[in-house]
């Protein structure tokens, strides 16, 4: 049947930290499955912060606060708001580099999808692209454009592009011809073929790339903040290392990535479950 | 008046060597009238609808409806071919065409009511059966009320209450709207049941061999004996012709009346 020819592609690399999106429509058992679950991820959670707590007072160091004096100081930074500034400028570029990494990957790898010229041309860059190390990048984008945020960004949507290409690439390969030529046969207008017919076979392979992508950037972000910006969350640990101040970068750190995941679950995923609710 | 003229049809072989699919073909079809194109698989037959539908534009010859190019048509393929992302009436509403959106919603509504979808209208196709999606695509194929209507098999693959439903919705809907119809199948006894006139393709490269006036009272059951007298008289007057068919197509439903 049609519909299962759309299932989310498995060449598809998947960051562990995005999990499958449970199914929208639950019959009972499904939903005393889930709950038992989220009681397990609770627990999973209780117990690192108890792991963590027990290694600090084992160790008894400055170099691993425990728990308490971390939150204290995320507390502090915020009341303070040098964190919440830090982190607004950062979160800024993420949002930047991803729209632009999506926008990008996703026209190119249509392209080499569609055209197998295309394809031949551009696929020894996608493999180069694909293996430069981003530390490269970003030395190349700040020498080239200046210590700029243009270049920052630059740096880290170059790094993001090949893998949102390959992932669209594979997608665009298998959009069914039959479908398309049923917009061929009635005659629809480029613009439905393409809003209506094909960009909704793509919709799977989009979100895979948006999902992988943002675990990238923003770990990407952040050395690109290290090594030539005077603001953010990358340049804010820098200097807590200068100072080796562990509360600190755990602090950062901690809340940085709670926004991400917050962004995942809140944005990613019921964007997600709208987009494909037609396959539940 | 649909005017068809292919003079050849290639395609490129694998070996390298052109095949030659369609030659010296040549048929109308009138206004409002409904043809059934027979033939052994391989004739040609799907190609002669992608020539007529535009779907294909290489070959050499022409294909005219009433002077000009066919614009308004209908296609219904042999699959459902319904985007699985849109609901039954999103599906029906991607090809409707027209100014007023309202107008052509309520008129897609009725249409599906009329098929017995309207309990589906927003339903996807992943939920419904394979007879409800051949439902679906027949409204699609109506929706414009085309001045010519493609069919490619529609109702290959149905069990035979199923597919005589579906004949039914579709002359139903044919009286109505008064399309001219080119309807193609490798099953007689279907051409016979539908068809003011039945076209016989031969082996490849196809062209017409037999153009047999189909003169049985409307409506038609396919397990009629007249039905039955005519296609063993066919069977009996042209036995080289229909030698690539299917011996007796729909062997399941023999000697049982259609539900």
Same mark, same amino acid.
């Given at each position: 049947? +049609? ?5 989310? =592609? ?9 999990? +499958? ?25 209780? %117990?690192?912060? $108890? ?12 170099? #691993? ?40 990957? %996703? #026209? ?5 999808? +569609?055209?197998?010229?295309?394809? &031949? ?11 430069? =190390? ?19 960004? $630059? ?21 069914? &011809?039959? /479908?398309?030529?049923?917009? +061929? ?40 903040? $290290? ?9 804010? /640990? ?15 750190? /901690? ?7 917050? &962004? ?17 | ?16 060597? @052109?095949?030659?699919?369609?030659? @010296? ?70 090809? @409707? ?14 249409? !599906? ?9 927003? @339903? ?85 061999? !037999? ?49």
């Amino acid at each position: 049947m +049609r519909a299962e020819r759309l299932v989310r =592609p498995a060449s598809v690399v998947r960051s562990p930290d995005a999990p +499958r999106s449970p199914p929208v429509t639950a019959a009972p058992a499904v939903v005393a499955v889930q709950r038992g679950e989220r009681r397990l991820r609770i627990a999973s959670l209780l %117990a690192f912060v $108890l792991l963590w707590q027990l290694a600090a007072s084992l160790a008894d160091s400055r170099t #691993l606060p425990d728990p308490i004096a971390v939150l204290a100081r995320i507390g502090a930074e915020t009341a303070a708001l040098t964190l919440p500034v830090h982190l607004a400028v950062t979160l800024g570029r993420v949002a930047v580099a991803f729209a632009v990494a999506m926008l990008v990957g %996703a #026209l190119v790898g249509m392209a080499m999808g +569609r055209w197998r010229q295309v394809d &031949a041309f551009l696929d020894a860059w996608l493999v180069l692209g694909l293996n430069i =190390p981003a530390l490269v990048t970003i030395i190349l984008c700040y020498v080239w454009f200046g210590l700029n945020d243009w270049a920052a960004i $630059l740096a880290v949507a170059i790094n993001k592009i090949p893998t949102v290409v390959v992932t669209v690439r594979e997608g665009a390969r298998a959009v069914d &011809a039959k /479908l398309l030529e049923v917009a +061929r046969a009635y005659r629809l207008p480029w613009r439905t073929t393409f809003l209506r017919v094909y960009l909704p076979q793509l919709v799977p392979y989009f979100m895979a790339a948006a999902r992988s992508g943002l675990s990238l950037i923003w770990k990407i972000v952040l050395v690109v903040e $290290l090594l030539g910006r005077s603001e953010g969350v990358g340049f804010q /640990l820098n200097v807590l290392f200068q100072f080796f101040d562990i509360t600190g970068i755990l602090a950062y750190t /901690l809340v940085f990535a709670a926004v991400v995941l917050a &962004a995942e679950g809140w944005v990613l995923r019921p964007l997600e479950r709208r987009l494909t609710g037609w396959r539940a | 008046m649909l005017d068809i003229r292919i003079d050849a049809k290639r395609y490129p072989d694998r070996g390298g060597r @052109a095949h030659l699919a369609l030659s @010296a073909l040549q048929m109308t079809v009138r206004r409002g009238e409904f043809v059934c194109v027979v033939g052994p698989s391989g004739c040609g037959k799907s190609t002669l609808l992608n020539i007529v539908g535009g779907l294909d534009r290489v070959y050499a010859g022409s294909v005219s409806l009433d002077g000009g190019i066919p614009a308004d048509t209908g296609f219904m393929f042999q699959e459902p071919r319904l985007m699985p992302w849109l609901s039954v009436l999103d599906n029906v509403m991607l090809v @409707a065409h027209g100014d007023e959106r309202a107008r052509l919603r309520a008129a897609a509504i009725e249409l !599906l009511g009329a098929m017995e979808l309207g309990d589906v209208l927003d @339903a996807y196709p992943g939920r419904l059966s394979g007879g409800m999606m051949r439902r679906v695509a027949l409204a699609r194929a109506f929706v414009n009320e085309p001045a010519l209507l493609l069919m490619d098999e529609p109702f290959v693959s149905l069990d035979s209450p199923t597919a005589n439903r579906l004949r039914e919705m579709l002359v139903a809907q044919w009286r109505r709207c008064g399309a001219s119809v080119l309807f193609v199948t490798h099953d007689l006894r279907e051409a016979l049941a539908l068809a003011d006139r039945v076209c016989f393709l031969s082996p490849a490269p196809g062209r017409v061999v !037999l153009d047999l006036v189909v003169d049985l009272p409307r409506p038609r059951n396919p397990a009629s004996a007249q039905l039955e007298r005519l296609h063993a008289d066919l069977l009996a007057r042209h036995p080289e012709l229909l030698a690539g068919l299917p011996a007796a197509p729909g062997d399941v439903t023999e000697g049982r009346p259609a539900a």
